[in-house]
């Protein structure tokens, strides 16, 4: 059973930074192309970044470019988002997901950028 649980998120002050991480289990990470994606308030899924199988190659939504920072521990079946210089426009529920289009995704981890 395919599982990814999210974790890292919570309240930070514009500016500040957060490390998502996403626990995966119950199919072959290393073989999997890995995303996150986002949903503010009210608004659809947002794709964030990708990562390939190996981690060399990433790829970032103009939004976040800069400042976000994708990576994967394919040892320990994780994959993680270092978030650095936070607006306000990135709160949102954040989700790891096996497709861009965000299906096959986690339960989500809050991100609320706030002072």
């Known amino acids: 059973q395919v599982q990814l649980v999210e974790s890292g998120g919570g309240l930070v002050q514009p500016g500040g930074s957060l490390r998502l991480s996403c626990a995966a289990s119950g199919f072959n990470f290393a073989n999997q192309r890995m995303y996150w994606v986002r949903q503010a308030p009210g608004k659809g899924l947002e794709w964030v970044s990708s990562?390939?199988?190996?981690?060399?190659?990433?790829d970032y939504a103009d939004s976040v470019k800069g400042r976000f920072t994708i990576s994967r521990d394919n040892a320990k079946n994780t994959l993680y988002l270092q978030m650095n210089s936070l607006k306000s426009d990135d709160t949102a529920v954040y989700y790891c997901?096996?497709?861009?289009?965000?299906?096959?995704r986690g339960q989500g981890t809050q991100v609320t950028v706030s002072s």
């Open positions: 997901a096996r497709s861009r289009a965000g299906a096959s």
């Open positions: 990562i390939n199988t190996h981690g060399g190659t990433t």
